[in-house]
């Protein structure tokens, strides 16, 4: 098995949206609505490098109704690990940990586990893969990066990334799944106080893409796959801030 980068279904462009949920992403979801368009989110149990982003941290419990939300509107739930730990960096032991303390977590938000996942800083080795194939993962990173987890870009530097990445190619063949971050204002911030008086790179990106007459797909559809579901099992384990059960 490989690292999934691309979709496979030609003239489909999978939008995804990583480190949340955040307070931003309920906003995120009105718009994705009002556009109709299916994005997906590499979601994280709790993760704590969001304090950079100014906004509250909360973890997938107390945002649980936002994961349902998302989930029941047709977007597609991956998994991000349950802290962002970057997998190359800790035991395999470390590695299952994570995995499992977050499919736990969905398994009693969602009552569903989802099977794709993306490795924080799209990073990972030999043994890292090795344990997610067996725990029977589709692994996936992706083509195109705007860059939006730098808070030194402005929105439209941003927005140029995408039209440098992919203005170039045609929205018939095309193949791209992006990576963005729903946790930065500059990307999802779509709550009064700042829309739409600042325009969300979410919104730019989309509206530019829909434009062009790309398929904006959730990641299912752009791999011509099933959702990426399983039913929670018992390996679904209560996991401790250290061990899972």
């Known amino acids: 098995a490989e ?62 109704d936002v994961v349902r939300r998302a989930y029941n509107s047709g977007h597609q739930i991956c998994s991000h690990t349950w802290a962002h730990t970057d997998l190359i960096t800790v035991s395999e032991q470390e590695v299952v940990y994570e995995m499992t303390r977050l499919n736990y977590a969905f398994s009693k938000v969602l009552g569903k586990v989802p099977t794709c996942m993306r490795p924080p800083y799209g990073d990972t080795d030999g043994p890292s893969r090795k344990i997610l194939y067996k725990m029977g993962y589709t692994v996936v990173n992706w083509n195109v990066d705007p860059v939006d987890w730098n808070p030194v870009n402005s929105i439209d530097e941003m927005y140029q990334e995408y039209v440098d990445q992919t203005g ?4 018939q063949v095309g193949k791209f799944i992006s990576l963005n971050h729903d946790v930065w204002n500059t990307t999802a911030d ?50 401790g801030t250290k061990a899972c059960v």
């Open 190 to 239: 779509f709550r009064p106080e700042s829309y739409p008086r600042t325009i969300p790179l979410a919104k730019r990106s989309i509206d530019y893409l829909l434009g062009r007459g790309w398929r904006v797909v959730n990641l299912a559809e752009c791999l011509q796959s099933q959702p990426f579901y399983r039913e929670p099992n018992p390996s679904d384990s209560k996991c």
């Open 168 to 171: 170039s190619t045609s929205p």
């Open 3 to 64: 690292v999934i980068t691309g979709c496979k279904a030609a003239g489909t462009f999978a939008v995804t949206y990583d480190d949340g949920p955040s307070i931003l992403t309920s906003g995120l979801l009105d718009y994705l609505d009002e556009v109709k368009v299916k994005a997906t989110f590499f979601i994280n149990g709790n993760n704590r490098k969001n304090g950079d982003t100014g906004n509250p941290m909360l973890t997938i419990y107390e945002l649980a």
